[in-house]
Structures are given as structure tokens and as C-alpha cells.
């Protein structure tokens, strides 16, 4: 059972926070890879909200189970494009931030697959996910519930 309801004791800040959402939903990181990335962050902070409501916004968006199912091991998966690997390292690198550094090389990379401003609305994405995921996992929102928008396809 969720703690408190984040949007309704914080709606200015749940409403900066759909203006950020916003704005990525208009950027030239194709829907698609967002909601790759917003997986994989979720997945590697452990957020069942974010998964769930993700997993289920990519499938209606047309992403196919065996990449939902293979994300945790993109690495090794052949279904991943070179663009989407270089958004998950990123997201990953991101996630993790302070485990390690974000390396030159990662940044090289990929600056290869992602203009000046895509890699910003990149980053913009990945700590958006990783503020929400902070949020639905302190305050425990219930996992399940989630169902995506009728015109999500």
C-alpha cells in the first residue's frame, strides 16, 4: 500500500515533473528507446511501479517480449540496435553513478550514435526515470495497477 499520494500532497512538483516527461516525449530520442531506457534504469534500482507501468507502456507501443525479456542481458542479446546499446550503457552508467565514473570512452561512444542535444534529452531522460523511481519506491506505489493510455499505439 503507497505511503502517501505523491501527486495529490505534491502537485506542483508532480506537475514539473509530467513538464519534464513532456518535453522528453518531444525530443528526437524516439519513444521506443525511452521506454528501453526507462526500463533498464528501473530494473537496476529494483522500482516493481516503474517495470510494470514501462513494460507495459513499451508492449503497447509495439516493443516485442523477447527484447522486454532480454533487457537485463542486452549485452549478450543480438536484438539490440548500436543506438540502443550505447542509450543502455549510458543509462547504466548513469543509474550507477556512484559506483563509477562515466568514463571518457562511454561518453566517445556514445557521442557516435547521439547528437549534442539527443545525448542531453538522453541524460534529461535517464534522471527523470531515476527521480521517479526514487519517488515510487519510498513511497511505495502499488505495483500492477498500471494500464497504459487507450491511444498508447
Request: include cysteine; charge should be negative.
Amino acid at each position: 500500500m503507497a505511503r502517501i499520494d505523491f501527486a495529490k500532497v505534491a502537485g506542483d512538483g508532480t506537475r514539473a515533473m509530467y513538464g519534464l516527461e513532456k518535453y522528453l516525449s518531444q525530443s528526437a530520442i524516439e519513444k521506443p528507446l525511452r521506454e528501453l531506457v526507462k526500463m533498464r534504469a528501473s530494473q537496476i534500482n529494483g522500482c516493481a511501479y516503474c517495470i510494470d507501468m514501462h513494460s507495459k507502456d513499451a508492449r503497447a507501443a509495439g516493443e516485442t517480449e523477447q527484447r522486454l525479456y532480454g533487457l537485463d542481458a542486452w549485452r549478450e542479446a543480438p536484438y539490440y540496435t548500436e543506438r540502443e546499446r550505447a542509450a543502455l550503457a549510458w543509462t547504466e552508467a548513469l543509474t550507477l553513478i556512484a559506483e563509477e565514473e562515466v568514463s571518457d570512452e562511454l561518453y566517445e561512444e556514445a557521442r557516435r550514435h547521439f547528437s549534442e542535444r539527443e545525448l542531453a534529452d538522453l541524460t534529461l531522460a535517464v534522471a527523470t526515470i531515476n527521480a521517479w523511481n526514487r519517488i515510487a519506491i519510498s513511497l511505495r506505489q502499488d505495483a500492477g495497477t498500471y494500464q497504459p493510455p487507450a491511444h498508447a499505439k
